[in-house]
């Protein structure tokens, strides 16, 4: 399956935040929007980085409680893998595993973000996909006994 098939099933929405805003802010964007990352962008600009769950442990951990007054900026990971409509779901798994991240986020085919994977949309789909499977094969199998 292809990233715009999942797309198409998800939606495409993207939750991001200002370079400028707190880590305080985004803990709270993070846990209203139940999702563990969040692009940072400026409205509706491009995008600047991607900050995890991980990045805001990594900044209590270094910093103390303090932390959570800094800049989103100060946090953030620059260099984003990111993927276009036509990868698939193997593609996918491949970057995650290879990079050790959870989300990847996704352009269209003008460079625009247009979604967010996160790992657990490519098991979710990797589990529907073998429940698929194994039921074609039992159909198969009752049909050719
Ligand atoms: P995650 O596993 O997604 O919570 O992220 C783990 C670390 O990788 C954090 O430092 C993130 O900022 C970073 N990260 C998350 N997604 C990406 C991505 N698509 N490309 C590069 N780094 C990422």
Redesign the pocket.
């Known amino acids: 399956m292809q990233v715009r098939h999942l797309l198409k099933d998800k939606g495409g929405s993207v939750v991001g935040i200002a370079p400028a805003a707190s880590l305080a802010d985004a803990a709270k964007l993070l846990t209203e929007k139940r999702i563990?990352?969040v692009v940072v962008r400026e409205v509706d600009g491009p995008l600047l980085g991607?900050?995890?769950?991980?990045?805001l442990v990594?900044a209590l951990a270094a910093h103390g409680a303090g932390a959570l007054e800094q800049a989103v900026d100060r946090h953030?990971?620059r260099?984003?893998?990111?993927c276009g409509l036509g990868h698939t779901m193997e593609d996918l798994m491949n970057m995650m595993t290879r990079?050790?991240?959870?989300?990847?986020?996704v352009l269209d085919d003008d460079g625009r973000l247009c979604g967010v994977i996160s790992i657990g949309d490519v098991v979710k789909n990797r589990i529907a996909e073998t429940v698929r499977e194994a039921e074609d094969l039992r159909v198969y199998i009752s049909a050719t006994a």
């Open positions: 563990g990352a991607i900050l995890s769950e991980r990045d990594k953030l990971t260099d984003v893998v990111t990079g050790r991240f959870r989300h990847v986020p």
